[in-house]
């Protein structure tokens, strides 16, 4: 498969879409919706999980309720089998908590003619000095 030479426009528009669903309450449910059931890999500070179910479940089981994002740069590269790697930089806030900066890094695995997040990394960034 070649490479998909719309990365950065695909990049961007995930994006979007992604933290459209994930930061509504209401929402935030259906970002099951972009991972698959036995191959979608997640890592959350660490912690890893397999699978869409248990994708739900880590997102079902964070406590806040309102999140406030900056994004500061979408960075994309092809993949050689016509997926996306993405990462993304940025700051958030949820709930009255402080704000921080995170990273956030999405591996877009092309199905057809569409796409599934097969790798997504999320990890803020604080430093423990």
């Known amino acids: 498969m070649a490479l998909n030479l719309q990365y950065e426009d695909i ?70 089998d016509g997926g996306v790697l993405i990462n993304v930089l940025g700051r958030l806030q949820t709930d009255e908590d402080q704000p921080h900066a995170y990273i956030q890094t999405f591996v877009l695995k092309p199905v057809g003619v569409s ?4 790798h997504d990394i999320f990890r803020l960034a604080l430093h423990n000095v």
């Open 11 to 80: 990049g961007k528009g995930f994006v979007q879409q992604y933290y459209g669903i994930f930061d509504d309450p209401a929402n935030r449910a259906n970002v099951v919706n972009f991972y698959s059931a036995t191959e979608s890999f997640m890592t959350f500070e660490g912690h890893q999980i397999q699978g869409a179910p248990k994708i739900l479940e880590k997102v079902q089981s964070l406590s806040f309720q309102k999140i406030t994002r900056v994004i500061t740069t979408v960075d994309s590269q092809p993949t050689f």
């Open 115 to 118: 796409f599934f997040v097969q």
